[in-house]
């Protein structure tokens, strides 16, 4: 049985975790500051760093599963944009960390590997056609078809929040507008909440819209728990959206089970019934909704490191 290295690469933190038994839960886990600002050179000395920190004595049968941001090519094993990772453009990390490993080495993107984690050991369990998106800081997604995660010609499928949902709606984070991570991630709806306070409607919220934290989607999920108006019309607003998209995304796929992450989903109790209801009323035909299951994501902040110790199991 391969020991296997498992790298989580965020904006914020480099993760890496150890699978003896190419199975959850991890032996071993280490976490560094990626400090993305300081550039790829010092980035990629920090996760070598990390890797050298819990690497077993003998690496005859070491593997290494990386998951990091995209767009990136799987295939070539190369980043071609990290919008949260400056300077990282067509850098080929799966070869610079098996040349210093003299491993082999597996390289994903993060969302696609929480799709193959959710599948093989957590939400969705014993289904072949899975649907994962997550909704967070920004929103991603993964799918299984047939029992294999959906990867494209290069690698860049299933790029799940950019999709175009509204004609020139509001600005996504990659510069295009409409896209699902531009109307329903957790700073989208941040935005939302603040254009209807700024349009002077009556909200519970408006104190910490002056606040140094301003507003977050944390946040309007709170007031919209308490019964907040404006906040829980931006949830709602949300929540349709999603629904909307996930319709669509049920026409395309037509998974078993649809598995939904991420730390928006903290509020999920509040999202899950308007999300069903737009997602029912917008469906073609209802043979798309027979024995299909709508289910929280199950492996919590380990499904990265999960994911990566997936793909690297396959090499």
């Known amino acids: 049985m391969p020991e296997i290295l498992a790298v989580d690469l965020g904006g914020t933190n480099i993760r890496v975790a150890r699978f003896p038994s190419a199975q959850p839960p991890a032996t071993t886990h280490s976490k560094t500051p990626t400090r993305a600002a300081e550039g790829p050179e010092a980035v990629i000395a920090r996760i070598l760093q990390a890797i ?5 004595p003998s690496r005859a049968d070491m593997r290494i599963g990386i998951g990091a941001p995209g767009p990136l090519d799987t295939r070539r094993g190369v980043i071609l ?4 990772l400056p300077g990282w453009l067509n850098l080929p990390l799966r070869e610079r960390v098996a040349d210093h490993f003299g491993c082999p080495v597996a390289l994903g993107n993060d969302a696609n590997l929480a799709a193959l984690a959710e599948w093989r050991f957590g939400a969705g369990r014993g289904c072949t056609e899975l649907l994962y998106l997550t909704i967070s800081t920004g929103i991603g997604g993964g799918v299984i078809s047939d029992g294999h995660l959906l990867l494209g010609a290069q690698g860049l499928a299933a790029e799940l929040g950019h999709m175009t ?3 020139g709606g509001p600005t996504c984070s ?3 507008h409409g896209h699902l991570e531009g109307i329903a991630s957790g700073p989208a709806i941040a935005r939302r909440a603040a254009e209807r306070l700024a349009a002077g409607e009556a909200s519970s919220l408006r104190a910490l819209s002056t606040a140094a934290e301003g507003l977050t989607a944390e946040a309007v999920g709170q007031a919209a728990r308490q019964g907040d108006t404006l906040a ?5 607003e949300a929540a349709e959206a999603i629904g909307c998209h996930l319709a669509s995304l049920l026409h395309a796929f037509n998974p078993q089970v649809v598995v939904l992450g991420g730390g928006v989903m903290q509020i999920g109790d509040l999202l899950l019934p308007g999300i069903e209801a737009a997602m029912r009323a917008q469906v073609m035909h209802p043979a798309f909704l027979d024995g299909l299951r709508i289910a929280r994501a199950q492996l919590g902040e380990d499904v990265g490191l999960i994911g990566a110790m997936a793909l690297a199991s396959e090499l």
């Open 165 to 167: 949902l509204l004609m």
């Open 81 to 84: 944009d990290a919008p949260n």
């Open 174 to 176: 990659c510069g295009q």
């Open 232 to 236: 829980r019309l931006v949830v709602d």
């Open 52 to 56: 050298e920190s819990i690497a077993p």
